[in-house]
């Protein structure tokens, strides 16, 4: 099936540093060649086969539904989603593993970010904010790489992870995610919790997208952290953990990121 190149936004300069090959590529080129991916993907990981056999119903018709909502003038994927007849929603509120059904009072509730990733394959949502999160729908999930992840590091991240389990990949991703919520939480001077800032709230930070934030720095500070706290760890997870960030690190300086 062929398929013409979808975006179902404008361009803007935020993106503009993924290569075309990225799946975060403002530009979806291989909708069709895309979404085999995403089927693939799913049975990679053990995937049930209930999942995987709604995948394959709905490929067509998502295809379809993206490429119709590309051609918007003006675009507006929540007035397009609204637009959208009660089986075109399930299309894609089952591409997308979505709980509750996409009705019009969910759809006022998305932000324009959640909107637009309906619309976008699975897994290629883009962080239009730069929080750190990206919202798919109503919901925000966080994953890595992610839109903003510089090129060389995001390499660096994939060779680090080829061959590890599913399992083994969420737990990489989770040190990432801590380190975001860490950030946000505040304490008073005696080290007391006073308050986790969320996405969208005063005061809430995204230390990945800092000017000055180094992977390779955050990378060093695990590995201290792994010898600082070793003792305190069951054996495997230390080995198991010290693999992989001095194997990211290694990954790191051959890409030339930072």
Request: charged share 25%; glycine share 6%; hydrophobic share 35%.
């Amino acid at each position: 099936m062929q398929t013409s190149s979808v975006t179902p936004f404008p361009v803007t300069a935020q993106h503009a540093a993924q290569p075309a090959s990225s799946p975060f590529s403002l530009v979806q080129t291989d909708l069709s060649g895309g979404f085999d991916k995403v089927i693939s993907d799913a049975m990679q990981r053990g995937a049930s086969d209930d999942f995987v056999s709604r995948l394959f119903k709905n490929q067509e018709r998502f295809i379809q539904l993206a490429e119709m909502a590309s051609q918007q003038q003006p675009i507006n994927s929540k007035t397009f989603l609204k637009n959208l007849s009660y089986e075109d929603r399930e299309v894609l509120r089952e591409v997308h593993s979505l709980a509750d059904f996409i009705d019009d009072s969910k759809i006022d509730q998305m932000s324009s970010e959640g909107a637009n990733n309906l619309l976008r394959l699975p897994h290629t949502g883009l962080d239009s904010d730069n929080d750190g999160f990206t919202d798919i729908g109503i919901g925000k999930t966080f994953m890595f790489p992610n839109s903003n992840t510089p090129p060389e590091v995001a390499e660096a991240w994939h060779n680090t992870t080829d061959g590890m389990s599913f399992k083994d990949k969420m737990m990489a991703e989770g040190h990432l995610m801590s380190s975001l919520i860490m950030a946000n939480i505040e304490v008073d001077e005696n080290g007391r919790f006073v308050a986790r800032h969320e996405p969208g709230e005063p005061g809430y930070v995204n230390p990945l997208a800092s000017a000055d934030f180094s992977y390779k720095q955050w990378s060093t500070d695990w590995l201290r952290y792994l010898e600082d706290f070793k003792l305190q760890m069951s054996s495997d997870q230390y080995n198991r953990d010290k693999r992989f960030f001095e194997g990211f690190l290694q990954n790191l300086q051959q890409t030339g990121a930072v």
